[in-house]
């Protein structure tokens, strides 16, 4: 088995609840600063209980050169945070960005957006 064996995208039952949306916006941030905007749910909100929650969402770029780099990972309390979030980043410099997101009950959902 591999990481990606686990991973489940667009293709997946139930995507419309779990995949990361990840949206560029370039100097929407305040003072003109570029913002990755990432939300589970958008279009059908996810629950958010104790009980079937979205516990995390985590980002990562792919640099010009191809390197990878971890971003930054939001934690959410369930029922009082939605996986809802915004990174500010240096967009110019990257490629790509990839989003995680972590369901208690459905696992790890991933999506990319390439710039
Ligand atoms: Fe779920």
């Not at 209980?49 to 191809?66: N, P, R, S």
Request: aromatic share 8%; charged share 25%; net charge negative.
């Amino acid at each position: 088995m591999q990481f990606k064996d686990i991973l489940k995208s667009v293709e997946s039952e139930g995507k419309e609840k779990h995949v990361p949306v990840i949206e560029i916006g370039k100097g929407k941030g305040e003072g003109g600063v570029d913002i990755v905007h990432v939300v589970v749910g958008k279009e059908t909100p996810h629950p958010n209980t104790v009980e079937h929650h979205i516990a995390w969402i985590e980002l990562f770029g792919v640099k010009k050169d191809g390197q990878v780099i971890n971003l930054g990972r939001a934690v959410f309390a369930p029922a009082y945070t939605s996986p809802n979030v915004r990174f500010q980043v240096p967009v110019a410099e990257f490629k790509a960005f990839c989003a995680i997101a972590y369901c208690n009950i459905h696992g790890v959902w991933e999506n990319c957006l390439e710039v």
